[in-house]
């Protein structure tokens, strides 16, 4: 992909993120409580890394990607659970409510473009996978730390709420989700493999 498509695939990128997390400050101190925001910020920043970068004209580190990795993950799950399990893009009040949109749809697909377009995902290595699970695992932390802290009874998604589900209901969506971001990683890599063994 040439330079100049990258550019702007990471300034449209950063403009929107930025839009759909500035947007989401009226959720006040609970936006570091989402996972959406958090993944989102998260994704940001390596985008941002990513225009120094390419501003500055320096290849890609294979450690760096690792984590580049642990965002792709995050985010496309950020994505996927939200269209199917939270949200409704059939209806009329999904579309209106544009930075959600931004952080559920926007980031997720222009994100996972780009990171498919411009990185050899073959070079993931098993510290890929282990990003992709210790973000959302230090999520978690901060969400039960807080709980245990405050005492707060609010919980932000239905499948981490131990006051609905229980500890077991939780432990249960928690393993559930860690098995499909391994799955979702280890698959990318081998169709990535795969077909650089035809391309070659």
Not at 79 to 107: E, K, M, Q, R
Not at 174 to 185: E, K, P
Request: glycine share 8%; aromatic share 16%; charged share 15%.
């Amino acid at each position: 992909m040439k330079r100049t498509i990258r550019l702007s695939i990471v300034v449209l990128y950063i403009a929107i993120a930025s839009y759909g997390c500035y947007s989401s400050w009226a959720y006040g101190t609970r936006f570091f409580l989402y996972f959406t925001n958090l993944g989102n910020l998260y994704c940001l920043g390596m985008m941002l890394n990513e225009l120094i970068r390419l501003i500055r004209r320096k290849p890609i580190s294979i450690p760096l990607m690792q984590w580049e990795f642990g965002g792709l993950i995050s985010i496309l799950v950020i994505g996927v659970v939200f269209n199917i399990l939270l949200g409704d893009p059939t209806s009329a009040a999904y579309w209106n409510n544009f930075p959600s949109v931004c952080l559920h749809l926007l980031t997720p697909v222009l994100y996972s473009i780009y990171f498919f377009a411009t990185r050899p995902v073959r070079k993931v290595t098993a510290g890929g996978i282990q990003c992709s699970i210790l973000l959302p695992y230090l999520y978690i932390a901060l969400i039960y730390i807080r709980h245990l802290i405050t005492e707060d009874s609010w919980f932000p998604y239905f499948f981490l709420d131990i006051n609905r589900i229980g500890w077991g209901g939780a432990i249960g969506w928690i393993i559930a989700l860690t098995i499909s971001f391994i799955l979702i990683g280890v698959i990318f890599i081998y169709i990535d493999k795969k077909r650089n063994r035809r391309g070659k």
